[in-house]
């Protein structure tokens, strides 16, 4: 049963077209049964970052119809009816292995060699096996796949420089503010995403940092680790006129700023400078409020400029480490497992 992948990233498509396409966490384990079933596939995994969807399965059926299939069921789960092209990507072995193993080192990502996907990657993978949704064959590949993520961490320089979304965002403001020790920051949304661009804030000068959430208690915790306040989610408006910068990362259906809610706070700033940076998808923050004075947004897709430049600090690691998935691939598909005929090269080891 080989394993194949259908995407699209950040590579292949804008924020507005990832965000039509994106799953909502809570409706993942729904999504992995309807995929399996739809698909007719033994096995499944669904990534969804705010740089890619990534379908994963294995299954007896025939390669190419698996991958028809589910091009077929991430449209029709988002009700998408528009044209598409290259924007969807599709894998079969051994591509769908080398892409997966990519994806896991960082080798994929907007910023080159990046830890958060991994991690992305691990849970995607962990809800999928507590639902019962893996089994040898993706079982097998995923963890292989974290394996050789660590041993290019540990063997390359592919990490040297800005290392995630989180600290090419903080490099982003520090082109907008010349220092960050008298500015007020503040983080709407605690989620993994949140705290590592607020580390990388704190350790970059920040002393004034806000962390608003949904949940008070979340943002609570987080603003005790970090040094810094909680504000209740339906008042962090009241100290809107204080602050420089907004990191926005929540899992938000729809945007929690707007233009119609930010102008009356710009006017109380007195001219001064608002950076607003949108790192969820679905965005966090109407692109309308960029027409306003003094105020600049950035999503997630304003980072390529910075991400560009850590790739060319890493770019001579990137052969080395393409060598290491290759042999890491093949030998993971010449592997048989118990049981199986020896001669099958689409066989895994046990």
């Not at 096996?129 to 040898?136: E, I, S, V």
């Not at 729809?254 to 949108?278: C, F, K, M, Q, T």
């Not at 993971?332 to 895994?348: I, M, R, Y």
Request: one cysteine or more; aromatic letters at 6%; proline letters at 4%.
């Amino acid at each position: 049963m080989p394993v194949v992948a259908v995407g699209l990233s950040h590579h292949t498509s804008p924020v507005e077209l990832r965000e039509r396409l994106a799953f909502a966490e809570p409706t993942l384990p729904e999504a992995l049964q309807k995929l399996r079933s739809s698909t007719l596939s033994d096995e499944a995994v669904i990534l969804s970052t705010c740089n890619r969807v990534e379908l994963y399965v294995a299954g007896a059926r025939d390669p190419a119809a698996t991958l028809t299939a589910l091009r077929q069921f991430l449209l029709d789960w988002h009700s998408f009816r528009d044209p598409l092209g290259s924007e969807l990507y599709s894998y079969a072995e051994p591509e769908s292995l080398e892409h997966l193993f990519k994806v896991a080192c960082g080798l994929d990502s907007m910023v080159l060699g990046e830890t958060e996907i991994l991690g992305q990657l691990k849970r995607a993978y962990d809800l999928a096996l507590q639902h019962q949704h893996t089994g040898k064959r993706l079982n097998k590949a995923f963890q292989r796949a974290f394996n050789v993520a660590k041993q290019i961490r540990t063997e390359t320089n592919i990490q040297r420089g800005t290392v995630s979304v989180g600290s090419a965002a903080v490099e982003l403001a520090q082109t907008i503010f010349t220092s960050l020790s008298d500015r007020t920051v503040m983080v709407i949304g605690a989620g993994d995403t949140s705290e590592k661009t607020a580390r990388a804030l704190l350790s970059r000068g920040a002393q004034h940092i806000l962390v608003t959430n949904r949940s008070f208690d979340r943002a609570a915790a987080l603003a005790a680790e970090l040094g810094g306040r909680a504000v209740a989610f339906d008042g962090w408006a009241e100290e809107f006129a204080a602050v420089d910068i907004v990191i926005s990362s929540t899992s938000a259906p729809g945007y929690v700023l707007d233009r119609a809610r930010l102008e009356p706070l710009v006017r109380l700033r007195r001219h001064r400078p608002l950076l607003l940076i949108d790192i969820a998808v679905p965005r966090d923050i109407d692109p309308e409020v960029n027409r306003l004075d003094g105020v600049y947004l950035y999503n997630i897709d304003d980072l390529q400029t910075i991400a560009a430049d850590a790739l060319r600090q890493r770019q001579e690691e990137i052969a080395r480490c393409e060598t290491i998935i290759r042999e890491k691939v093949k030998a993971l598909l010449a592997a048989p497992p118990a049981g199986f005929l020896s001669g099958s090269k689409l066989a895994f080891g046990s």
